[in-house]
């Protein structure tokens, strides 16, 4: 099924709280990273034909583009909410375009490049959230806002921009 979704729609969906369960926080973002790792390794040999998925054309570099973003978006949301900062809302939505660069041969080299900076932004998390409370996990700051754990479980689902792809066969 194909989901052709405008602009407001988009706000619709981020406006649904996520499910959260009583995994640890400290590790979620972690699993989902090595989880897009291990499917990624599968795209060494990727044939250069976009994936057509949910209306949108999907390659590793863009895959792995969003994951990235999305990682530092949120990053960066629990980063000010811990600083006492407002949050800027994330107006690029990212998975609606697909650049010319999205479609450039996937190496070894981009591979060891996507692992050691989605590897570093899941460290991130770990430092950020390593030894925080119920407290500071659960706070809605105000009615529409999630909590730092509805935005960390929200966070692990990074795997579906791998799941655009999938595992390529050998």
Same mark, same amino acid.
């Given at each position: 099924?194909?989901?052709?979704?405008?602009?407001?729609?988009?706000?619709?969906?981020?406006?649904?709280?996520?499910?959260?369960?009583?995994?640890?926080?400290?590790?979620?973002?972690?699993?989902?990273?090595?989880?897009?790792?291990?499917?990624?390794?599968?795209?060494?040999?990727?044939?250069?034909?976009?994936?057509?998925?949910?209306?949108?054309?999907?390659?590793?570099?863009?895959?792995?583009? +969003?994951?990235?973003? *999305?990682?530092?978006? #949120?990053? /960066?949301?629990?980063?000010?909410?811990?600083?006492? $900062? @407002?949050?800027?809302?994330?107006?690029?939505?990212?998975?609606?375009?697909?650049?010319?660069?999205?479609?450039?041969?996937?190496?070894?080299?981009?591979?060891?490049?996507?692992?050691?900076?989605?590897?570093?932004?899941?460290?991130?998390?770990?430092?950020?959230?390593?030894?925080?409370?119920?407290?500071?996990?659960?706070?809605?700051?105000?009615?529409?806002?999630?909590?730092? +754990?509805?935005?960390? *479980?929200?966070?692990? #689902?990074? /795997?579906?921009?791998?799941?655009?792809?999938?595992? $390529? @066969?050998?």
């Amino acid at each position: 099924m194909v989901r052709h979704l405008t602009m407001d729609q988009y706000a619709d969906d981020y406006a649904a709280r996520p499910d959260v369960d009583d995994r640890d926080v400290t590790l979620l973002i972690p699993t989902a990273v090595s989880q897009v790792l291990d499917t990624a390794e599968t795209w060494l040999g990727w044939d250069g034909a976009p994936i057509r998925r949910e209306g949108n054309a999907w390659t590793p570099h863009k895959a792995l583009r +969003r994951v990235a973003d *999305h990682l530092l978006d #949120h990053l /960066t949301e629990i980063q000010c909410r811990t600083a006492g $900062l @407002p949050t800027l809302p994330d107006k690029w939505h990212g998975r609606m375009v697909t650049t010319d660069a999205d479609f450039a041969r996937f190496t070894e080299i981009d591979l060891d490049e996507a692992t050691s900076r989605l590897n570093r932004l899941a460290a991130c998390y770990q430092a950020i959230l390593q030894g925080r409370d119920t407290t500071f996990l659960d706070e809605r700051p105000a009615s529409q806002t999630w909590t730092v +754990r509805e935005v960390v *479980h929200h966070v692990s #689902h990074v /795997t579906a921009y791998a799941d655009m792809i999938g595992p $390529l @066969p050998d």
